[in-house]
C-alpha cells in the first residue's frame, strides 16, 4: 500500500467495467476528439498569500511567493505500475486537469489516475497493467500532502471547483454515457457534496460540455460553463449558466473560452469569435448588456481550421477588485491584463528568459502556461516550462518563485527577493552601512547613489544592499581610500553552463542603466557583465573620473555609445560587446590615452573607424567584429595586427599612409 494513502471514500457513484483504458489509450484518442489541450497548466495562490499551487505536465506543487520553498504535493504515476510493463511514457500516465483550492486553503482538488481499479487491494496482487486504471477525483492536504480518493468510478472525472462555501463541489464526467464510444469527448457539468455524496448531473439536454473548468458565481448560486448545444444543433460552443439545483438553464452567446465571474456576481467575463477577429467581452449574467472591452491579438486556431469561431483562448480571469481582466491567449505568447473600464491593455508577459535567443518567445520560457491573481489583486503569478514567478499587476520586475531543472526532474527555490521598497536614503545617515557617518560624509553619498542605483535596476532587489548591514558587505562593493569610499561596483553575471537551465532575465540586473552611478566620484571598476540592462548608456558615466575598468559586456543596451565616456582618462579598459548599440565609434575615444584595451564586437556600430584611435599609444587590444563598419583601418593601429585577431572579420583594409 502505498504511504500516505488511506482507504478511498465511499461514492453514490455506480461502478462499470470498461473494455478500453481512461488514462492511457484513451487519453491520446481524447487529442483528437476534445476541444484544447488535454493538460491544462494551472496556478493559484493561497487565501493568505503567502504560496502559490502550481500543476507542471501530471504533477502539483507548492511553493512560498517569497522563492524559498518548493514541495511535491501530488504524483499521480500509477501505484505499481511499471513504464516497462507497456511501454508508456512516465509523461502519458496520471493526466490532470487544473487544480482547484478551497476556501480555508487547507485542501487541493484535482483529477488524477494514482488511484487503479479496486485500490487499496488491487496493488496487492497481480501486476497491475493499463486497464486499472481511470479517472478519478481526489483531494490533497496543502500542508501535510496527505491524498485522498473522493470519486471511484470508471468513468471520465475531471476539471473539480470548489463552491465559494466549500460544501460542494462542480466537476466534468462521462458517467451518464460511460459504456460509448465517444465518452471521453462528451462529458457533462455535475455537482457533488465535498464527502463525493449527492451526485447531481446540471447539464441535462445539452450536447456536452467543453473541457474548461466551471466557474461558481460568487455567492455559490449558478454555475457558468461553455457547452455545445442541444442535440441535432451545430457544434458551436457557447456561454450557458445554471443554477446549482440543476434549474434555470440559460444561453449567454459564443464563447471560446472558459468565463470568469465579475467580483459583484453581475457579469461573466470571456473570449468571443467575430468576424476576423477574437475580442474580450463581458455580459450581464442575465444575458443582456454584453460590452466588448479589447481584441485579444493573439489567439490561436484550431489545428484543422484558421477561423475565430475555431479559437482557443485558455484563461480568462477577472481581478479581484473587479477593474481589470488577465487574459491568456496560449502556451507561446504573453499574458494581456485590460481594463475592464479603460480601453486598452498592458502587456505583462513576454519574457525573454535566454538573452541570447533573438526575439521573444525563442527563449526557454515560451509564453505563459498559467497565470493567476493574488488575493488583493495586487501581483500575478506567472508560470512557464522552466519557471515560475510573481510580477506586480501594474508591472515592474519579476520576482523569482521556482526553476525547472530538467537534469534532476525537480523544482528548485529561485528566490531572486522581494520587490524593493523605496529606498531608504536617510538611513545611511544613521543606520549600520555607515560608520561615523559624521566623519565619511563622501561614503554616506555613496551609500544613498547606490540604494538609487538598485531601486531604478528594479532585479537588484535580490542583492543584499540595505542601511542595516555595513557597506563594505554589500554584494559585488568594495572599498577603499582614506577616507573610504566605494572603488568598486562588481555586478557580473557567471557564463552560462550547458548541464542547467540558461539564468531568466530576473536572475539579472535589467532596465535601463540609471544616472545616478555618475555621482559615484571615486569608483574605479564598474563591472556589470551579462545582465539584462536595457536602453542607452547614461552620458553621466563621463563624469566617473577616476574610472579605470568599464565592463557593460552582454547585456541589451542600445542607442549610440555618448561621446562622453571619451573624458574617461584614467580608463584603462572599456568592454560594450555584445549588445545593441548604433551610430558610430565616438572620435573622442582618440582622448583615453591610458587605455590598453577596447572591445566593441557584436553590435551594430556603422560608419568608419575614427583615425583618432591610432593617437592611443598604450592600445594593446582593440576588438571591433561583428560590426557593420566601412573604410579602412587607420594606419596607425598596424602596430597591434600581432593582437588584432578580427582584421579578417572586419574585412576591411588598412588605411595608406600619409604621404
Request: glycine share 10%; hydrophobic share 35%.
Amino acid at each position: 500500500m502505498r504511504p500516505g494513502y488511506r482507504t478511498p471514500v465511499a461514492t453514490a457513484a455506480e461502478i462499470h467495467p470498461l473494455s478500453t483504458n481512461q488514462c492511457f489509450d484513451r487519453a491520446r484518442t481524447l487529442r483528437r476528439f476534445v476541444p484544447g489541450r488535454l493538460v491544462q497548466d494551472s496556478v493559484h495562490w493561497s487565501p493568505d498569500g503567502l504560496s502559490v499551487f502550481f500543476t507542471h505536465g501530471r504533477n502539483v506543487y507548492a511553493a512560498a511567493v517569497d522563492g524559498t520553498n518548493v514541495r511535491q504535493l501530488v504524483n499521480p504515476v500509477p501505484i505499481g505500475y511499471g513504464e516497462s510493463q507497456n511501454k508508456v511514457s512516465s509523461s502519458e500516465i496520471g493526466v490532470m486537469s487544473a487544480v482547484s483550492v478551497s476556501p480555508d486553503g487547507a485542501t487541493l482538488l484535482h483529477s488524477t489516475c494514482a488511484f487503479p481499479r479496486g485500490y487499496p487491494d488491487s496493488v496487492r496482487g497481480a501486476p497491475l497493467t493499463q486497464q486499472d486504471y481511470q479517472y478519478d477525483i481526489a483531494l490533497v492536504s496543502t500542508t501535510s500532502g496527505e491524498p485522498r480518493r473522493l470519486t471511484v468510478h470508471d468513468a471520465y472525472d475531471n476539471f473539480p471547483v470548489w463552491s465559494p462555501d466549500g460544501t460542494r463541489i462542480a466537476f466534468l464526467s462521462a458517467r451518464h454515457r460511460e459504456l460509448e464510444a465517444e465518452a471521453f469527448a462528451r462529458p457533462h457539468l455535475y455537482t457533488m457534496s465535498a464527502d463525493g455524496s449527492e451526485v447531481r448531473r446540471l447539464s441535462a439536454g445539452l450536447e456536452f460540455v467543453i473541457n474548461h473548468s466551471p466557474q461558481w458565481s460568487p455567492d455559490g448560486e449558478r454555475l457558468a460553463f461553455v457547452a455545445v448545444g442541444r442535440p441535432g444543433a451545430s457544434l458551436a460552443q457557447n456561454l450557458y449558466t445554471v443554477r446549482a439545483d440543476g434549474t434555470d438553464l440559460r444561453r449567454l452567446g459564443p464563447a471560446i473560452s472558459g468565463p470568469s465571474w465579475s467580483p459583484d456576481g453581475r457579469r461573466l467575463a470571456f473570449a468571443q469569435p467575430e468576424a476576423t477577429t477574437v475580442a474580450l467581452v463581458t455580459i450581464a449574467a442575465d444575458g443582456t448588456d454584453v460590452r466588448r472591452v479589447t481584441t485579444i491579438e493573439r489567439w490561436k486556431p484550431d489545428y484543422y481550421e484558421r477561423k475565430p469561431v475555431d479559437a482557443w483562448i485558455e484563461s480568462v480571469v477577472w481581478s479581484p477588485a473587479g477593474t481589470h481582466i488577465l487574459v491568456r491567449p496560449d502556451d507561446k505568447h504573453s499574458a494581456i491584463v485590460a481594463g475592464v473600464d479603460v480601453p486598452g491593455r498592458t502587456v505583462v508577459g513576454l519574457v525573454r528568459w535566454d538573452a541570447r535567443l533573438g526575439t521573444p518567445g525563442e527563449g526557454r520560457f515560451l509564453g505563459i502556461r498559467a497565470a493567476g491573481w493574488s488575493p488583493d489583486g495586487a501581483w500575478l503569478v506567472l508560470v512557464g516550462p522552466e519557471h515560475v514567478v510573481t510580477v506586480a499587476a501594474n508591472g515592474g520586475p519579476l520576482r523569482g518563485v521556482a526553476q525547472w531543472y530538467e537534469s534532476d526532474e525537480s523544482w528548485q527555490p529561485l528566490n531572486v527577493g522581494q520587490e524593493l521598497a523605496p529606498p531608504d536614503v536617510t538611513g545611511c545617515t544613521f543606520g549600520a552601512a555607515v560608520p561615523e557617518p559624521d566623519a565619511n560624509p563622501g561614503l554616506v553619498t555613496d551609500c544613498a547613489t547606490l540604494l538609487e542605483v538598485q531601486q531604478a535596476l528594479a532585479d537588484g532587489a535580490a542583492l543584499n544592499w540595505d542601511v542595516y548591514r555595513p557597506i563594505g558587505q554589500w554584494e559585488g562593493v568594495s572599498l577603499g581610500g582614506t577616507p573610504r569610499r566605494v572603488h568598486v561596483v562588481s555586478l557580473e553575471n557567471p557564463p552560462h553552463s550547458p548541464n542547467r537551465a540558461p539564468p531568466p532575465t530576473l536572475s539579472g540586473l535589467h532596465r535601463p542603466l540609471p544616472a545616478a552611478l555618475g555621482r559615484l566620484t571615486q569608483l574605479r571598476v564598474l563591472n556589470l557583465t551579462r545582465n539584462q540592462i536595457t536602453g542607452p548608456i547614461p552620458a553621466e558615466l563621463g563624469e566617473l573620473s577616476s574610472l579605470q575598468e568599464l565592463f557593460l559586456d552582454s547585456n541589451h543596451l542600445s542607442g549610440q555609445i555618448p561621446p562622453e565616456l571619451g573624458r574617461l582618462s584614467a580608463l584603462v579598459s572599456l568592454g560594450l560587446s555584445a549588445n545593441r548599440l548604433t551610430g558610430p565609434i565616438p572620435k573622442e575615444f582618440g582622448q583615453l590615452r591610458n587605455l590598453n584595451g577596447l572591445s566593441l564586437r557584436d553590435n551594430q556600430l556603422t560608419g568608419p573607424i575614427p583615425a583618432e584611435l591610432g593617437l592611443i599609444e598604450s592600445l594593446g587590444s582593440l576588438d571591433l567584429g561583428g560590426n557593420q563598419l566601412t573604410g579602412c583601418i587607420p594606419a596607425a593601429l598596424s602596430r597591434l595586427k600581432p593582437n588584432y585577431t578580427d582584421v579578417d572579420d572586419l574585412g576591411l583594409p588598412f588605411c595608406e599612409p600619409a604621404a
